[in-house]
């Protein structure tokens, strides 16, 4: 059965007039115009929609990133899965950022530090790209355009860890050691990544 599933999948897509990642870009575009028509259709705002877009994108590299490490260490014996209580108290600038539908960060934790470096390194390819981009002129740009197009949609969604570390300036803002830890992971990356990929 899975033979002749791969079988016709290959017949269908080889006969295609366009490349492989447009077809990805196509999918994922017409999946998220899906997703935001039912959430219209269903009463929700677009800047709603786009918020819960935004969480699964950092819940998908903190959130469940943490539970996959502690869940494999807890198969093989290393750690036990903790329970870690929170304050739940609420100040009234908290609220009013709430109110005003601001990212809540606020406390260190090492949950922030996978998103932040994700967003600053996407944001350090896309300046590099387009410098790129200026300086070489249109054969880098029709090389480059799909990473162009996948780094502005990753800085575009994290916007709010990239205002919440550089830009903000209350209570909600990632704190100051977040910060650091994430730009040194996410300046290190990329001069790793340049240096062993010289034509970055």
């Not at 259709?41 to 929609?49: A, D, E, M, R, V």
């Not at 200026?134 to 709010?160: A, K, T, W």
């Not at 860890?161 to 100051?176: C, H, N, S, Y």
């Amino acid at each position: 059965m899975v033979s002749v599933f791969h079988i016709s999948t290959h017949l269908r897509f080889s006969s295609c007039s366009f490349h492989a990642p447009w077809s990805i870009i196509i999918s994922k575009v017409s999946g998220y115009g899906y997703s935001l028509i039912e959430a219209i259709y269903i009463g929700n705002s677009f800047k709603i929609w786009w918020n819960e877009q935004r969480m699964w994108l950092i819940k998908g590299v903190s959130a469940y990133l943490f539970a996959l490490i502690e869940v494999a260490g807890k198969m093989f014996g290393v750690s036990e899965v903790g329970f870690e209580v929170t304050s739940k108290v609420v100040d009234s600038e908290a609220a009013k950022r709430y109110e005003a539908e601001i990212f809540e960060f606020g406390v260190t934790s090492a949950l922030f530090i996978p998103p932040a470096t994700l967003a600053l390194i996407n944001l350090i390819c896309l300046v590099c790209g387009l410098a790129r981009i200026l300086r070489e002129g249109y054969s880098s740009f029709d090389s480059m355009v799909l990473q162009l197009l996948l780094c502005s949609y990753i800085v575009v969604s994290g916007y709010p860890i990239l205002e919440a570390m550089f830009m903000r300036k209350d209570k909600g803002r990632i704190p100051t050691s977040v910060t650091i830890v994430s730009t040194l992971l996410a300046v290190t990356s990329c001069t790793v990544a340049s240096t062993a990929i010289p034509s970055l």
